[in-house]
């Protein structure tokens, strides 16, 4: 087995292990590392009873047991999407909590177990909560509400539900969901919560002009009016949780589209979010219609961030005093990389390397690694095929197995072959919505723990 990893400077991991205060909250992350959201794909799902949907189990505690553990593990852990009704998922067997779910019950029981698991060695465990809008499948929904009726086309083997613009009581019904999700959480022992304000999620369908036409005071006309829903959600969350809660977003620090958000764009929309009281934002870019996330340009192949020059832009431009904390997300894989990342950005954030790697920031702090490990061929390149394999690999370590080596040449070859069973279960399942779980790897995986880095 090849054991190559992606090559680095020499440099010191120092920078990396300083604890990062946030304010206002004054919660302190224990280094700079970040574990970016990941949809895991592992809760209760019911195609025909929506209540019974997005209650997390055993396999989602053990699985954030592990990025939780070590004294150098990840300082923040933001779980995957948390939709916040039934039937606009981001993902079937997402976790949900809706207006409707008390805080009690089997529901509330297991959301307080991750958040226990996760935070044994001192991480903070931020979720992230989503309204996917206009990027729901339909097949769950074909009604969908976004900022106005702009149809998202056919994109990555789904179909989407045709939107409407939200109405004013829908308005108020979202803006319910995230603050009662916020206090919710906060009751389960969870640090905080981060919006999912980017790739073309319902939030950021109010933040860009290429899908928010409207008139009224949430159209694009001014910072303010694009920025009315998030300024809404945030103040809501504000008066039902203590000064403490983390309040932070992800967002689009660009997106490759006529009208889409720019880095000026953004910019603006971080300051504002600052004078909110937003605690971090994890920048990030691209949509469903462009994504993004690849190695194309020669600058980006040089310093592995794939948003980092328009990220840039957004964090040069902030006051020199911002309080707001910035991380940049998206393609960092070696040590140099993240250490120079930190020049523009207080911390980094890192997905599908921590679906690999779970152990990842404690082998790069404790010097037994300069770098992630670098997969075979396309995985890296299409991210479609990363993501498959990424969420294999969440899968596997929530069932107390060490995740497959994607550098592994065997390995890689078995998974390719349960890839294409997957398939034609995916294609076979159709409407039904019966057959939802991640690719199941075929091939032997050690028990977790019992292989050491190298
Ligand atoms: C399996 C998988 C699930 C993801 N789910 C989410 C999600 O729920 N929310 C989100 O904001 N980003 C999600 N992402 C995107 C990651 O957070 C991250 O922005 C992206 O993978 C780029 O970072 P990376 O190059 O380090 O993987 C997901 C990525 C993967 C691979």
């Avoid at 189990?57 to 995957?80: A, M, Q």
């Avoid at 890192?350 to 702090?365: C, F, N, S």
């Avoid at 095929?385 to 690999?393: D, I």
């Avoid at 991640?438 to 050491?452: C, D, K, M, R």
Wanted: aromatic fraction near 8%; charge should be negative; include cysteine.
């Amino acid at each position: 087995m090849s054991s190559e990893r992606y090559s680095s400077e020499s440099v010191s991991p120092e920078p990396l292990a300083q604890p990062l205060h946030f304010h206002p909250s004054g919660r302190v992350s224990k280094n700079r590392f970040l574990k970016s959201p990941m949809a895991e794909a592992l809760a209760s799902w019911s195609p025909k009873v929506p209540s019974e949907r997005g209650i997390p189990n055993d396999e989602l505690v053990e699985l954030y047991k592990r990025w939780g553990e070590g004294k150098n593990s990840w300082g923040v852990i933001i779980t995957g999407n948390i939709d916040i009704e039934f039937d606009a998922l981001d993902g079937l067997a997402d976790m949900v909590i809706t207006p409707e779910c008390p805080p009690e019950g089997e529901r509330f029981e297991a959301f307080k177990k991750i958040s226990a698991a996760a935070k044994v060695d001192g991480s903070l465990i931020v979720a992230q909560v989503t309204h996917p809008g206009r990027q729901v499948q339909a097949r769950l929904n074909p009604v969908a509400i976004s900022a106005s009726d702009v149809q998202l086309e056919p994109k990555m083997g789904m179909t989407f539900g045709k939107p409407h613009a939200a109405t004013k009581d829908e308005i108020a019904r979202i803006v319910e969901g995230f603050a009662h999700a916020a206090e919710y959480l906060h009751k389960a022992g969870f640090d905080g919560i981060e919006l999912h304000a980017a790739h073309g999620y319902l939030i950021s369908q109010f933040l860009s002009r290429t899908t928010n036409k409207r008139t009224d005071e949430y159209g694009p006309q001014t910072i303010e009016s694009r920025l009315r829903l998030v300024s809404e959600i945030a103040r809501a969350i504000k008066a039902r949780v203590p000064a403490d809660f983390i309040v932070s977003a992800k967002l689009n620090s660009v997106e490759f589209q006529d009208g889409g958000v720019t880095p000026a764009d953004a910019n603006e929309l971080c300051e504002r979010l600052e004078a909110l009281g937003f605690d971090f934002v994890e920048l990030s870019g691209g949509t469903y219609e462009a994504l993004g996330m690849g190695y194309e340009k020669e600058s980006t192949q040089k310093r592995e961030g794939f948003f980092l020059e328009w990220a840039e832009t957004v964090t040069k431009s902030l006051s020199a005093d911002h309080k707001m904390k910035t991380y940049i997300v998206g393609g960092l894989r070696s040590l140099g990389a993240m250490v120079k990342a930190l020049d523009s950005f207080d911390g980094i954030a890192i997905g599908r390397p921590a679906a690999a790697e779970p152990r990842l920031p404690i082998d790069l702090i404790e010097g037994r690694i300069q770098g992630a490990l670098k997969p075979l061929g396309d995985v890296e390149a299409d991210f479609g095929l990363g993501m498959g394999v990424a969420l294999s690999q969440i899968s596997q370590v929530a069932k107390g197995k060490e995740p497959v080596r994607h550098n592994d040449p065997v390995a890689i070859e078995t998974f390719g072959r349960d890839m294409g069973e997957w398939y034609q279960n995916v294609v076979k399942d159709g409407p039904n919505m019966e057959y939802i779980r991640a690719i199941q790897y075929s091939g032997p995986l050690a028990p977790y723990g019992t292989v050491a880095s190298k």
